[in-house]
């Protein structure tokens, strides 16, 4: 089975700290994302990787930073936490191409940040 | 720019009984993919169905099923003899050739016993 980790499932932090939550997969996906999910937004995309230290930035990726040193790590990184990035963060992996009958993404169990 | 949309936040559904809900996207392309994840309360998100886009015919995958309207751009999800389990926020999302995914915001479906 694919498994996705990430480091944290629950994380309490402060304004200002820096913050870094780890997504590791096990089946050797090109591809990695971070999510933000937040109620009534869905999920939003903050950033993805296609390869080893290449990154992209999706819809919401202000006050976030990522690191792909190893092609199975994709870290985010919040240099300063602030209140409103409060949220649940979803680490997603998928194989390249995506055009297999089972090519999907596959979750993290998610870990919830609360900024105070 | 791709977009999804769910427009039913919350449904309710009978323990053995059948449920739909529904999904709608735009996009330009011709050829993508669709999903539906389901995610139950404090745990993982799951994949429950995928659909091709030139694919015509239907997924199913036992109690769930979609219907596939490419020319409507609506992808709806039937969750037959739905059971308790089946209670969860469920997603609709697509997915471009250029691997990217775009989701809705989610409904949250309840199974009454």
């Known amino acids: 089975d694919v498994k996705v980790t990430q480091s944290s499932r629950y994380l309490v932090k402060r304004t200002g700290e820096k913050v870094f939550l780890e997504c590791v997969q096990d089946?050797?996906?090109?591809?990695m994302f971070w999510y933000r999910q937040d109620p009534g937004l869905g999920l939003r995309l903050i950033y993805f990787?296609?390869?080893?230290?290449?990154?992209e930035k999706g819809d919401i990726p202000e006050g976030y930073s990522v690191s792909r040193e190893k092609k199975e790590r994709f870290s985010l990184i919040l240099e300063s936490a602030s209140t409103n990035q409060t949220s649940m963060y979803l680490c997603?992996?998928?194989?390249?191409?995506?055009?297999?009958?089972?090519?999907?993404?596959?979750f993290g169990p998610g870990t919830r940040l609360t900024v105070l | 720019a791709q977009t999804v949309t769910q427009s039913q936040p919350e449904m309710s559904v009978q323990e053995a009984e059948t449920v739909t809900l529904s999904c709608t996207y735009d996009?330009?392309?011709?050829?993508?993919?669709l999903f539906w994840y389901k995610q139950p309360p404090s745990r993982q998100m799951i994949l429950v169905i995928r659909q091709e886009a030139y694919k015509q015919q239907n997924a199913t995958e036992n109690r769930f099923s979609v219907n596939f309207q490419k020319a409507a751009k609506s992808f709806s999800l039937k969750i037959s003899d739905s059971q308790l389990g089946d209670t969860a926020m469920y997603f609709c999302a697509f997915m471009n050739t250029g691997n990217q995914f775009y989701f809705g915001t989610g409904t949250s479906l309840t199974v009454i016993p």
């Open positions: 996009t330009s392309e011709s050829n993508y993919y």
């Open positions: 089946m050797d996906h090109e591809n």
């Open positions: 997603a992996s998928t194989t390249a191409g995506g055009t297999a009958s089972t090519d999907t993404q596959y």
């Open positions: 990787s296609y390869d080893v230290k290449m990154k």
